[in-house]
């Protein structure tokens, strides 16, 4: 079945660390890949995505995240972290049309 | 734009008893998503719709749970009766392409009681 995974479910970092959280999937096809936010009080909101091209996509808030088709991998990263990043992260993979799997998602704390 | 609109945001109702929850998407949003998130995990889907049918409800509890979206807009789900284990957030959320990015709502937070 297809599943999506994410490793870490919380992080705590300080101010200007830098983040990385990971995640898998398990799907043989073309896949479109997504990374979604949710800000305490907040709904869920997309932070970035990546359908074809560069492998290496940018979003918003200084937000990145690298699709490493061999590995199955769509890890998110930013280089230094602000206490407004604490919320939780959501990878998600959609495999064709209009089904799109969601991870368990992560909760990042940044402490200031 | 206006987002998606869900109500109401809270729901405390006792076990047995009925409950619905109803969700406006983003004009011109033909796909429309009723998820289920529970504490600690990511959404799961319950049900998709395209316009007015429902195209994918394989993990909808058929035998309490039941949607609708009569005309295309607006959808209404509704649990009967309502058992300790639903409480959790519903989720709606809205899509106008088929690359699937989705647009939430701020869900309804149900307790069963």
């Known amino acids: 079945a297809q599943s999506v995974s994410q490793h870490n479910h919380h992080v705590i970092l300080s101010e200007a660390a830098s983040l990385e959280l990971g995640c898998n999937y398990s799907?043989?096809?073309?896949?479109?890949l997504f990374w979604y936010v949710q800000y305490p009080g907040q709904h869920l909101q997309l932070l970035l995505k990546?359908?074809?091209?560069?492998?290496l996509v940018k979003g918003i808030k200084g937000f990145e995240a690298e699709f490493i088709k061999s590995k199955f991998s769509f890890n998110l990263r930013k280089p230094s972290v602000q206490w407004s990043d604490t919320a939780e992260y959501f990878c998600?993979?959609?495999?064709?049309?209009?089904?799109?799997?969601f991870g368990a998602g992560t909760r990042l704390f940044v402490k200031a | 734009e206006a987002g998606v609109v869900q109500s109401p945001r809270y729901k405390i109702i006792e076990k047995k008893q009925p409950v619905a929850f109803w969700c406006n998407p983003i004009?011109?949003?033909?796909?429309l998503y009723w998820y289920l998130q529970n504490l600690g995990q990511g959404p799961e889907l319950l049900i998709r719709?395209?316009?007015?049918?429902?195209?994918?409800d394989s993990q909808l509890p058929k035998d309490r749970f039941s949607a609708e979206r009569l005309k295309g807009v607006d959808s209404t789900l509704k649990i009967q009766p309502a058992e300790l284990g639903d409480s959790a957030v519903y989720l709606c959320?809205?899509?106008?392409?088929?690359?699937?990015?989705?647009?939430f709502g701020p869900g309804t937070r149900l307790t069963v009681l």
């Open positions: 799907y043989g096809g073309t896949v479109n």
């Open positions: 990546y359908f074809s091209g560069d492998p």
């Open positions: 719709y395209e316009n007015e049918e429902a195209v994918d």
């Open positions: 959320a809205s899509s106008s392409q088929l690359d699937g990015e989705q647009f």
């Open positions: 998600a993979v959609n495999t064709g049309g209009f089904k799109t799997i």
């Open positions: 004009s011109g949003h033909n796909t």
